[in-house]
């Protein structure tokens, strides 16, 4: 087997369980392996640390599948970790045949991701390890009760960045159609897996769709009427969706995507819910401008913008906009009201998220309370030494 042979010092991670090593860590190859060859990973001395699968040309030069010497790395360790996952999230079959079925490097399974939307799953193949295994995981996934297809979305930027090209389309089974109608929590919703953001739906907000129609029923119990929302960024209309079945008066949606705010109005007809989800093509920025020199007022204001820092580089700029963005909000939201804000950039911390929205209060004027801090829903879960995998963080305020 192929060795690569790191820096000295540069094992600390590796030795915390970390599974990256950046191209910076590297000493030196021994042998010639190729993209996606499971390589042995020795520190300076020769001392065995981990098995991982090499990328030549990404900046994670490799990500590991195991820190065990005595693993043998094929496709039956590969289809047994894809297994496990699977098995990891039946439960949450009672709540919505939406799911997040392997998370990556949380999973073991470093840069695959697969959801599954009633009868297909969706696939990214996002690692030179996982593009490796790419037959072996179709075949796994195809051996699943009640799956009629899989369908390849392997077409964002970070498969690029391993050197591989994009690829999409039909990889098992049937076409999938235009529209795959999923229920969460009782929400209908229709999710276009061929042109979606991400594999179609924003399925790591199951829990925070969930605690808002908690909101809206709790208001409405309270105050004796429904609230007035507004939903910014509101995408296919998750969230709307979800207040109106809370019991929501009013909730306005906003995206910029033409495509979003048709299927976001599907959706709302889909519940039955047109009466109380309306949905606006604009520019969010300019419209909680509008909205302030209106003297508009909500309830509750959800901020879940798409991801402002693609890497450390663009921390600063992403600071500026995200706070912008919550102190647009915050000024029209009504004394006794709530925001919701989140951000999905994973080069922002929760930390540094909650330091950036307390300035926007700061900035406001205004007095709010920190309820809670949010993040993905639990088939996001967060290996414990890969921090990066918590990309999803939020805060729900009261505005005092």
């Known amino acids: 087997m192929d060795t690569l042979v ?24 021994q042998g010639s392996p190729r ?14 640390l981990a098995l991982a699968a090499y990328a030549p040309e990404s900046g994670i030069r490799a990500r590991c599948w195991t820190f065990e010497e005595a693993t043998v790395v094929d496709e039956a360790f590969v289809a047994e970790r894809l297994r496990r996952a699977l098995a990891a999230r039946r439960r949450l079959a009672a709540r919505t045949n939406a799911v997040r079925e392997v998370f990556g490097e949380a999973d073991g399974l470093p840069g695959l991701i697969v959801d599954r939307y009633a009868a297909f799953y969706v696939t990214q193949f996002l690692s030179c390890g996982a593009e490796r295994f790419r037959q072996t995981i179709l075949r796994t996934l195809a051996e699943q009760e009640g799956i009629e297809g899989v369908y390849d979305r392997s077409d964002a930027a970070t498969r690029a960045r391993e050197g591989l090209a994009p690829a999409s389309g039909t990889a098992f089974g049937k076409e999938p159609p235009e529209r795959i109608d999923v229920v969460e929590n009782g929400v209908r919703y229709a999710v276009d897996v061929r042109n979606g953001h991400k594999t179609g739906f924003y399925i790591d907000q199951r829990e925070n769709r969930l605690l808002a129609a908690g909101l809206a029923r709790r208001f409405l119990e309270e105050n004796g009427r429904g609230m007035r929302v507004l939903n910014c960024f509101c995408y296919t209309g998750g969230f709307s969706l979800a207040l109106a079945a809370g019991g929501a008066a009013e909730v306005i949606g906003i995206d910029s995507s033409a495509e ?3 299927l976001a109005r599907h959706n709302a007809q889909l519940n039955a819910a047109e009466s109380v989800a309306r949905f606006v093509e604009d520019d969010v ?6 909205a302030r020199d209106e003297g508009q007022s909500f309830d509750l204001v959800i901020l879940d913008p798409p991801k402002f820092a693609s890497s450390h580089r663009q921390v600063e700029r992403a600071a500026r906009a ?12 009504a004394p006794g009201g709530q925001l919701l804000s989140f951000s999905c950039s994973g080069a922002i911390d929760g930390d540094l998220f909650q330091k950036i929205v307390a300035s926007a209060v700061i900035d406001s004027g205004r007095d709010a309370w920190m309820v809670s801090r949010l993040g993905a829903g639990e088939d996001h879960p967060l290996m414990m030494t890969c921090p990066e995998g918590e990309y999803l963080k939020g805060v729900l305020l009261k505005v005092l």
């Open 6 to 29: 790191l820096k000295k010092g540069k094992e600390r991670s590796l030795l915390r369980r970390h599974p990256w090593i950046y191209d910076t860590a590297m000493a030196g190859v």
């Open 35 to 48: 993209a996606g060859d499971t390589v042995r990973v020795v520190d300076a001395a020769g001392r065995f």
């Open 260 to 262: 979003a705010i048709a």
């Open 285 to 290: 920025f300019a419209y909680l401008k509008r």
């Open 322 to 333: 995200y706070k912008d963005i919550n102190l647009r909000a915050l000024r029209i939201i």
